[in-house]
């Protein structure tokens, strides 16, 4: 399929044009044409970076995990073969694969931890009660398995539905249901002994 370079400009957003292609049709362009990955990495990006700084609650940390996603993603792109609904996905589960990895280092893990610790105690000096619950939270959802994490967060920050976590992590929707009631167990459970 060969695309003119003026259909291929306004895909990738040289014009500015603002009748948005779907995804579906840019994801047939870049098979043929990488330039217009371009504009997939721009609609994208976003909410994964959004994702990865809910899962590590780091800014910088975030923006690293969120380039290594976007090259894994150029680097496999060939490999995937789904609709438009499942490029989204895949892109989730790349980010999860990449914010879990990083993530099972202790010494960075650890080093988030204090940072947490130090961003909730100097939010605490200005802004009260609420910003110490937030740093209990934080701390709770990193005490947390990574699985445990990812679900919780790609259900209550993500917005995403059960069904669609099950297809980023490969489970069953019975699993996710099953794992997210067990990781909001262990997050009250978690929370109730750190504010008695």
């Known amino acids: 399929m060969i695309v003119s370079t003026c259909k291929l400009r306004r895909i990738i957003g040289v014009n500015n044009d603002s009748t948005a292609t779907h995804d579906g049709e840019l994801i047939a362009f870049v098979r043929n044409d990488p330039a217009a990955f371009v504009q997939l990495y721009r609609?994208?990006?976003?909410?994964?970076?959004?994702?990865?700084?809910?899962?590590?609650?780091?800014?910088?940390?975030?923006?690293?995990?969120?380039?290594?996603?976007?090259?894994?993603?150029?680097?496999?792109?060939?490999?995937?073969?789904?609709?438009?609904?499942?490029?989204?996905?895949?892109?989730?589960t790349i980010a999860t694969n990449a914010v879990n990895s990083y993530l099972r280092k202790t010494a960075r893990r650890n080093r988030l931890l204090k940072i947490a610790r130090e961003q909730a105690n100097s939010q605490v000096a200005d802004c009260g009660e609420s910003a110490e619950k937030l740093a209990l939270l934080r701390e709770a959802i990193f005490a947390l398995k990574p699985r445990y994490q990812t679900i919780i967060i790609l259900r209550f920050f993500e917005n995403l539905k059960l069904t669609e976590i099950a297809e980023v992590l490969g489970s069953s929707n019975g699993t996710v249901r099953s794992q997210l009631a067990r990781a909001l167990a262990k997050l009250r459970k978690k929370l109730a002994t750190e504010v008695t």
Request: hydrophobic fraction near 35%; include cysteine.
């Open 43 to 92: 609609r994208h990006y976003d909410a994964v970076f959004r994702y990865c700084v809910h899962r590590l609650f780091e800014r910088q940390t975030a923006e690293d995990v969120t380039s290594e996603v976007f090259l894994k993603v150029v680097e496999n792109f060939g490999s995937f073969k789904g609709s438009e609904r499942q490029f989204r996905n895949w892109l989730y």
